[in-house]
Structures are given as C-alpha cells and as structure tokens.
C-alpha cells in the first residue's frame, strides 16, 4: 500500500454527482426490432429475448450505452488507464406486440451507475473480472453488477437484481450479494427472495466449503419496481448488504 497509495492519488474517482451532466432521451414507444428503440449518439450494447408477460411470445430487455466523447474523461497520472469512459446506460424492456414488434414498457437508466472509478472494472461488462451484463432466465430479467479493483480495494463480488414483469411493472423478486476479500479469503453473501421475504445470510472462506448460515425474514411487504432501486450498487434493502 505504501507504493500504491500515492498512485491512487492520480487516478481519476469522483462521486456520480461530479460526473458531466447528460441528458437522457426519451426512446421511442414501439420498434420492430431492439436497434429501433436506439436513439442517436447510443449504441445496442447487449440485448436478450424471452418471455416475460407469459402470453408465449418473445419478449426484449436491451441494454443501450452512450457514445459521447465528452463522458470519455482524461485520466490525469495514467495509472488505472489514460481514460475513463463515464458514458451512462439506459435499461429498456419491451414486450411484444401481437401483431408484431415491441411496445416499451420500462426504461431505467439508474440501476447501472456511470463509471467513477479508473482502477475499478466497468461493473456492466461482460468482459469484467467478475462479469456483468443481462440476460432473461425463466422468465425473469436478470441484471448482473460486477464488482473488481485492480487497485485501492481488495474487495471483489457480484450485485445481481432478479426482476420480474408484475401488475405491469417490472419488479425486484431476487437480490443477491457477493463479497470476497482477495487479500484475507473472506466471503460473505446475502440472497433476499422478495416472494417469500426470507433472507439467507452467509459467511465461509475460499479454502474452505464450510460456512455459517443464518436465516431471517424482510420486514415489510411488497415487490420493489426497478426505479424505486436507484443506483444498483448503493441499494441496500434493511441495509442487510452493508452490514455483511
């Protein structure tokens, strides 16, 4: 740490509030295809198809991520990278329609927080340490936040949101937490199933298959809807994830 700390100094890292300022598009209300609902200036990042309402046809979440050189912010010192790319993502979730193509029902653009951080992995990408991304699952829209520092953090896991399309919302059935400290061998993982409220909260290390687990149910009722989370990484129901 002594080598690296003063390092860190010129790595670029600023709160999501000092980041430049965007103005998010209003995409439009039905396409016939995912590169439809892409507005000019985003680019069709990722995208999966599956049944989502349970009415047997193909439904779309898509994922859009902005391309404006002016989010690509100079990352003075170099360490961590010579920049970093803080353009924002949009989360879109179209159903399809009977006579053909999508109609929007959902577009979110905070449940995936810009990136603040050169030496932390763009937590939405696949191509991350810990691999993020979307994908649907048994007709369930799955959002998957990596978490990796190549430098200022020994921590590492996954934040992943299951949601489900109800009383025409898409809404929070799962929550799921991995924390592993690469230094110490420490994990400690949360899962909350929103349908049941229990609450399984566990703790182990990565030389062993052995962990302690404990039980507990989620006060309160109901199925939060993707905008009521927020920022993905900053939600913390009961604030169970904060205190693993």
């Known amino acids: 740490m002594i080598l690296i700390a003063p390092l860190l100094a010129l790595a670029f890292s600023a709160p999501q509030d000092d980041l430049p300022t965007v103005r998010y598009p209003v995409l439009v209300a039905e396409a016939a295809s995912a590169g439809g ?4 200036g985003w680019l069709l990042e990722s995208s999966a198809t599956g049944d989502l309402d349970g009415d047997g046809r193909p439904d779309l979440t898509f994922a859009l991520h902005m391309a404006d050189p002016a989010n690509v912010l100079k990352n003075e010192g170099g360490f961590c990278g010579e920049t970093i790319d803080t353009n924002p993502r949009i989360l879109g979730i179209a159903l399809a329609r009977p006579s053909g193509g999508y109609r929007l029902v959902v577009q979110n653009h905070s449940l995936v927080p810009r990136r603040d951080n050169a030496c932390a992995d763009d937590w939405f990408s696949s191509d991350g340490e810990m691999g993020g ?10 959002i998957t936040l990596g978490r990796f520092m190549s430098a200022g953090g020994w921590g590492m896991g996954r934040t992943v949101f299951t949601l489900r399309w109800r009383e025409n919302a898409l809404r929070v059935i799962g929550f799921d937490v991995l924390n592993v400290q690469r230094n110490s061998g420490a994990i400690a993982s949360l899962s909350i199933n929103y349908l049941t409220r229990k609450v399984r ?6 030389d062993s298959d052995k962990e302690k687990v404990r039980w507990s149910r989620l006060p309160g009722a109901g199925l939060p809807t993707i905008d009521a989370v927020g920022d993905g990484l900053e939600y913390d129901p009961a604030g169970l994830a904060g205190a693993l």
């Open 37 to 40: 609902f892409v507005p000019r």
């Open 133 to 142: 991304g979307l994908s649907i699952a048994r007709g369930n829209v799955v």
């Open 201 to 206: 909260i566990a703790h182990g290390t990565t």
